[in-house]
């Protein structure tokens, strides 16, 4: 009998829970494709006569994928746009102060101008009432 038919026994069944994670991974990856995307690709790869200096960036272009190259320019245009979207938020949250000073300043002329108009009113009737 084995020194330890627990430890035995949870072993095989940690095997097997691997097992099984590994085969649906596999039939997963089979369903979606990607198995046999892979596969011609790199059957491509290999009946190159001339390989490539680089296995990945070839891989990477069969699936789809951009050059180094283009992978740089991209991120470097990235880099502009983000600049640029920096800067017009920037000058958009400045635009949304200057117009709050704006309507600021236009309801205290409001204000003003109401109580100007109060006062000639008062003043009036303080004159008729002079006069009577």
């Not at 691997?18 to 979606?32: D, I, M, T």
Request: glycine share 4%; net charge negative; charged share 30%.
């Amino acid at each position: 009998m084995p020194p330890f038919p627990v430890l035995n026994s949870l072993i095989w069944c940690f095997g097997q829970e691997k097992e099984a994670k590994k085969e649906g991974f596999r039939k997963y990856l089979e369903a979606s494709g990607v198995l046999d995307a892979l596969t011609k690709v790199l059957v491509a790869l290999y009946e190159q006569n001339d390989k490539p200096s680089s296995a990945l960036e070839f891989v990477q272009q069969k699936l789809g994928g951009p050059s180094l190259s283009e992978y740089e320019k991209l991120q470097a245009e990235l880099s502009e746009l983000q600049i640029r979207y920096n800067e017009l938020i920037k000058e958009n949250q400045e635009r949304c102060r200057e117009l709050e000073e704006l309507k600021h300043t236009q309801v205290e002329a409001s204000a003003n101008k109401e109580l100007d108009v109060g006062n000639t009113h008062d003043e009036e009737l303080n004159t008729d009432v002079v006069k009577c």
